[in-house]
């Protein structure tokens, strides 16, 4: 499976991006997908996640009532729509596949995904 990630940008605090992360090859048996990112010294942490065949959603506190996760399940991709950019959410932005039933419990553990993008960098200037 490869997943390649896009959308990021420089922007202002208070704008949106809208982040891609399409899959290709071997997609069948990966059920989740989640979006991490990493700022500079800090440890990568999840954001938001999605299951592929319902649609159920999970996002990390501090980005409630901004960011939201979709996909479509005819492209293979999921989407990461921030609002209200904040200089404080400027990092990497990575997307990861998880197979299985993980994502139950662990969806915020890195450690078990599958298969990972290559990260799109995404800087918020105050």
């Known amino acids: 499976v490869q997943l390649q990630a896009s959308g990021g940008g420089l922007v202002q605090a208070g704008d949106s991006l809208r982040l891609s992360c399409a899959a290709s090859?071997?997609?069948?048996?990966?059920?989740?997908m989640g979006w991490f990112r990493q700022a500079p010294g800090k440890e990568r942490e999840f954001v938001a996640g999605?299951?592929?065949?319902?649609?159920?959603?999970y996002n990390t506190d501090s980005v409630k009532g901004r960011f939201s996760i979709s996909r479509d399940n005819a492209k293979n991709t999921a989407y990461l729509q921030m609002n209200r950019l904040k200089p404080e959410d400027t990092a990497v932005y990575f997307c990861?596949?998880?197979?299985?039933?993980?994502?139950?419990?662990?969806?915020?553990?890195?450690?078990?995904?599958?298969?990972w993008g290559q990260g799109t960098l995404v800087t918020v200037s105050s």
């Open positions: 990861a596949a998880l197979r299985g039933a993980w994502y139950r419990t662990r969806h915020y553990d890195a450690d078990l995904y599958d298969y």
């Open positions: 999605i299951v592929w065949t319902d649609g159920t959603t």
């Open positions: 090859g071997r997609t069948f048996g990966t059920s989740f």
